[in-house]
């Protein structure tokens, strides 16, 4: 008897589990569907591809802030920690000079840890300074976005050394067995993200920690080393995502990485993750991301509403997102 | 003898669940009537019916002698029914004024009336015995004093029947002693008052009549004289109840484990100095607020303290709560769903966080050493719950302590420090938990209980520490434990207060 009303209870909630998690999964079917009906091409192997490579960048610096949302945090400063790392590094490559492996592997490094720095610093602001991260990474977003700006002095920061560009272009341009290396980055990324979130105890941590500070704090986890971790995790996924940008333009701007932020919150929060913190999902993350590129492709493709819309039906998405969480978690 | 409010037969299902079934019971005017039952009885079930916040799937509630359908709370308000709530609803922003008057407004010229609010407030707050200041904000009072707020904004409207819903879950003795005067007023003004608590020296001191239900059932409506709280406790439990605490184990040791000397916790706790022995079940007794909590959470590194602790002989000092566990002491926090359990993780999520080390292979956790865990607590501690899937948020009281001690157990410590053990626990579960305490001293682990139930410290503990003001009043041997005795450390006053109080929960 016990045993299954034991059962029937585990299975039902499975089930509910498994639909909270399936819905951008549905969602990202649904609009595939959709782009299919309004253009035959969109469904071509070379538009999928497209649509996915371009979605590289923001899933992979939305991995990162998965984290660092489930662990009760946000980070706006992505988009300018973006275009700072990019600009810093085309800069480095063009000091260094050279156009072999060895100068590359040394921008790329650089490039990483100015990220992961940057990530360090909005980590310790948050925790030491005891201040909410909406601020701190607001400010932080302001001081990273000049920075660019002043060191390209308001123009745009090039790789100038041609032989060097065409070494790299492959990052981006390239694909192994047909498939683009940068979604391979994305997938890789995704993998030892879920890997870390779900499988070790820090990611357990990161958890607790959004669910509840105070519990997490009288349960003995670091609070202060989880926090901070998380915002160098978001740190090094920008400075990934810079590596697979820089051979795509060979330049930084100050409008590079405009509105990141934005877009990696909202592949985030579409990928169910909760914005208070204490779930996250990093393939949902992932899928929310390609749904963003979905939407901004099937509008080109389609003539229905005008391409320069695209922020706006990508801030409508975010709303729209929040408004299903909402009552997906009323309706439990 | 007539009626002010009547349920006749009432039922209430939750999808196929039912919670109540069949339940009578009448309300006259000028009586207290208290409701008991274990947690998970139907006691809040059947208050929120009364009360208009949900409606019953059978049966009829008469006001008057007439059936009524509430829309909600609001039209109930309306007809002169109120519920105190048991957990604060303030707004700790605004001022005492500001919150009574909260949604009913005084105005004049279509602007609030300050000053007309204020006087008004002041007016209530005298008429039950106290002297808040109408322009104090909220944050700024003491939990009973809000709770005096939360009652005077529910007073502020004609009422017929007022409802209290374990009022004195968060007061100490003497605050629940004035809060019993402004029940005791309320009686003689005419009024019903209905009473639920788990307390039932409480109840056997303020009702007039008592109506006992389990699982949902009606069990017993009894007048209070010749109903003694053993007898409620029988009633409420279905079976004897007389051996409530565990015989204390013996502890023939007087090997200190722990020496704590000047410990101060600014702002909260002065110079506190104690032993605690191995195997030795100490209790810390005080009023709310007299600085307990404070002084055990500076001690395991939750909170900045100074002073010199000494663990087995070596001066140790925790700067977070992971250097405690790691050395061998532990810290149950009496705010369990605040500080002590993830209510929106699962029950295995929650056992191991503190202990995820000991899951570990390699990097990764092993969920497979999880669940097994998770089999032994459910097994040693008695967890009972539907489902292993459910979520911590989802188990009662008791089960939640029960997680939370197996949580804490997974460290393996040495000294086990339990804040209010069995807040918020029903009386069969309470038993597991002090028989389960008296086995960890048996094995020769130390425990400090914080309680402020007295009959709890005194049926637990070896010694009681008593605290007052942040300071440490004194100390109570085993065998002059009384509740005299700790009220007395408690208030510093020896007078016929103390006794009254002592009477009144005896």
Known sequence: MTETVLRTGAEKRKLTIDMRALSPFIALIVLAIAGALINPDFLSASNILNVVTRSAFIAIIAVGATFVIAAGGLDLSVGSMAALTAGVMILTLNTLGGADMGTLAVGMLVAIALSAACGLANGLIVTFGRIEPFIVTLGTMGIFRSLVVWLAAGGTITLRNFELRELYRPIYFGSVFGIPIPIIAFLVVAAIGALILYRTSFGRHVVALGSNEDVARYSGVPIWRVRTLTYIIQGICVGIA????????????????????????TAVVIGGTALKGGVGRVWGTVVGAVILELVANIMVLSNFVSEFLVGAVQGAIIIIAMLVQRSVHRGR | MDSVLRAENISKSFGPIEVLSGISLELRPGEVHAVIGENGAGKSTLMRILSGHIAPTRGHVHLDGQSVTFSGPV??????????HQEILLAEDLTV???LFLGREIKRFGFVDDRTMRERTRGILAELGTRIDPDCEVRRLSIADRQLVQIARALLVPHKVVAFDEPTAVLTPIEAESLFSII????????????????LNEVKAIADRVTVLRDGQHVATRDIEGLEPLEMARLMVGRDMSKLYPDKPDTASDHVILTVRDMTVPGFVENASFDLRRGEILGFGGLIGAGRTELFEGLVGLRPSQGSVSFRGESVSFRDAREAMAAGIVYLSEDRKGKGLLLQQNLRVNLSLAALDRFRRGSFIDVGAEE?????????FDIRTRSRDLLAGQLSGGNQQKLLLAKMMLLEPRIIIIDEPTRGVDIGT?????????????????????SSEMQELIGLCHRVIVMRNGRIAGEVAQADLSEDSIVYLANGVHEERAAEIAAGHA
């Open chain 1, 242 to 265: 810079v590596l697979v940008y820089v051979p795509r333009l060979g330049s930084a701007t100050p409008t590079t990485g405009l509105l990141w932020e934005l877009q990696a919150i």
């Open chain 2, 75 to 84: 039209e109930a308000e309306n007809r002169g029914i109120v519920l105190v």
């Open chain 2, 97 to 99: 004024a500001q919150n």
């Open chain 2, 184 to 199: 005791r007023r309320l009686r003689s003004h005419g009024a019903a008052v209905l009473y639920i608590s788990h307390r």
């Open chain 2, 372 to 380: 097994k865990a998770l089999d032994e607590a459910i097994r040693n």
């Open chain 2, 430 to 450: 309470k038993e597991q938990i002090y028989r389960f305490i008296a086995q960890l001293a048996d094995d020769g682990l130390s425990i400090i209980v914080i």
